[in-house]
Structures are given as C-alpha cells and as structure tokens.
C-alpha cells in the first residue's frame, strides 16, 4: 500500500460536512495522515506534528482517521477487486474463444 499524502487527507476532510464552511488545519491533517500511515500508532510521532500538552489523547485525529480509512481506503480494494474480475472474465472469455476455434 503507498502512503497516504497530507493532500489526499485534506481534500477528503473538506468534503467532510462537518467540515464544509471552515477551514481546515495543517496540522490536523498531517496527524490525521500519521495515524493512518502508522497504523493508529502514536509512538514515534515527530515533535513538529505532535500536540505539547503531555496528557493529549488524539481522540480527534484518530477517529477521522479510521473514518478515512473506512471510506477511501476499502473502496479502493473494493475497486481493484472488480477491476480484477472484469479482466480474469476477460481472459477467460478469450481463451474461451481460442479453444472453440481449434
């Protein structure tokens, strides 16, 4: 699987409808995109995007995050699967053909 960009994160948050008529921070992106990059994983976060408060709880991010990855990321595997379908129906119809004509 690639890496989720920031901007794929962003363009996905601003079509969110609580999200509709306000701007959307960098810095929520960028955590959004850590956690589904890292896997819910807050170990490891650089400082730059980390929150400075030690009792943080990323309860925010990490449900936006499992939302993106809910939405975005299983209907793309839903799409490479049928993607996949129609190409081995493809083939076999082929071959299929190739057959009845020798």
Partial sequence: MHKIKIKEVKRWMKSLEENRYKRIVEADAKRVTWFINNKMNEEGMPSRISKKWE???YGKEKYLAQKY??????????????????????????????????
């Fill in 55 to 57: 009792h943080t709880q």
């Fill in 69 to 102: 990855i809910d939405e975005v990321l299983s209907r793309k595997e839903n799409i490479s699967e049928s993607v996949l379908r129609k190409l081995i129906r493809k083939e076999i119809k082929r071959l299929g053909k190739k057959v009845q004509k020798t």
